[in-house]
């Protein structure tokens, strides 16, 4: 496989750094690191380039990235509006897929839904996943080698029930930014038994600078990234364990509490329960839920499927 990647700033860094940890450094044909500050220096006579390059995006492919042919473009945390630069560029590179993490509430593209379309057109395959460790499985070939090694983490736990401490952690799928093995690190020797202790230490972990690798997703208050990835790294600990997740717990609330509506039911979770830090994490099991059919929504209330016998 032939890798392309277009970064910019120290989250994209953290990436390529754990691309390479994990194999796929011989794989990476060019990295390019795509500034807002090239496009407008190629184009002096143009002041407000930026705000223009989606008109004719294929004008301003930057003269200084090599064009290599790839399989595979990743695209790291670059100005969102330099995105629009992506379908071009992809077609340039004759790229098969694009994997473009969307980490950062401030860096998504405004013309996303036209970068996927032109893409699309393309035939190039696309993947925005948001956050990036939300990513399990891809149809994508060259995605899925990715995924092989790191995306939505998988974990394996030996504990020391005597001691009621975690005594060995195997990271079967690291997180993307790397901070599934940096967590994991810490947690040897750490109590288990009380959940919401383990919880609150992954979660510190998770965002602990001081580590080799910590999530850089962002801390958006209107979407809050980086609790949504820390709930998901929490989950990956707590199925390997065999702690309750929040997908248990949203059966048992609406089992014991009865119909409840989806904000009700986020609140009670999220702010009130501690079980996770993010709505969106409600909301996705929710969404996984109903399609197994074990709960139903009507008009905003959500209810537990109820099983009919057959006689």
Same mark, same amino acid.
């Given at each position: 496989?032939? &890798? ?6 120290? +989250?994209?860094? !953290? ?12 794989? &990476? ?5 795509? !500034? ?6 190629? =184009?002096? @006579?143009?002041?407000n ?13 930057? $003269? ?11 695209v ?7 995105g @629009? ?9 004759? +790229? ?8 950062? #509430?401030?860096?998504?593209?405004? /013309?996303?839904?036209? &970068?996927? @379309? ?5 035939? &190039? ?6 956050p990036?460790?939300?990513l ?8 899925s ?16 029930? @005597?001691? /009621? ?18 967590? +994991? ?7 288990? #038994?009380?959940?919401? +202790?383990?919880?609150? $230490?992954i979660?510190q ?10 999530c ?6 209107i979407?809050?990234?980086? !609790?949504?990835?820390?709930?998901i ?8 364990i065999? =702690? ?13 509490r /009865? ?31 109903? !399609? ?13 499927? #109820? ?5």
């Open positions: 496989m032939r &890798i392309y990647i277009i970064y910019s700033g120290p +989250a994209g860094e !953290q990436f390529i750094d754990n691309l390479a940890y994990h194999g796929f450094g011989g794989e &990476i044909v060019y990295i390019y690191n795509l !500034q807002p500050e090239t496009i407008e220096e190629e =184009h002096p @006579d143009e002041p380039v930026l705000e223009n390059l989606w008109e004719e995006p294929e004008k301003y492919i930057p $003269k200084s990235m090599p064009i290599v042919e790839c399989d595979l473009l990743l790291f945390d670059i100005h969102p509006l330099l @629009d630069l992506i379908p071009p560029i992809a077609e340039k590179l004759k +790229a098969k897929a694009v994997l473009y993490p969307l980490d950062d #509430r401030e860096r998504i593209p405004q /013309g996303l839904k036209t &970068i996927m @379309d032109d893409l699309e057109k393309l035939g &190039i395959h696309c993947e925005f996943p948001k990036y460790c939300i399990e499985e891809s149809e994508d070939p060259y995605i080698r990715l995924l092989e090694k790191m995306g939505r983490p998988k974990l394996r736990v030996e504990l020391d029930e @005597d001691r /009621g401490i975690i005594k060995r952690i195997e990271v079967l799928k690291d997180t993307p930014c790397g901070s599934a093995r940096s967590v +994991a690190k810490k947690l040897i020797s750490y109590p288990y #038994r009380d959940p919401m +202790a383990l919880k609150e $230490k979660m972990e998770h965002s602990n600078e001081g580590n080799e690798h910590y850089l997703a962002s801390m958006d208050p979407e809050p990234l980086m !609790q949504e990835a820390g709930d790294l929490v989950e990956a600990f707590f199925e390997a065999g =702690h309750p997740t929040v997908r248990d717990h949203i059966l048992k609330e609406l089992e014991s /009865g119909p409840m509506e989806i904000d009700e039911l986020k609140r009670l979770l999220v702010n009130e329960l501690k079980i996770c830090e993010a709505p969106r994490t409600v909301e996705r099991h929710l969404e996984r839920l109903l !399609q197994e059919g074990l709960v139903e929504e009507k008009e905003g209330v959500i209810s537990p499927r #109820r099983r009919t016998s057959s006689l």
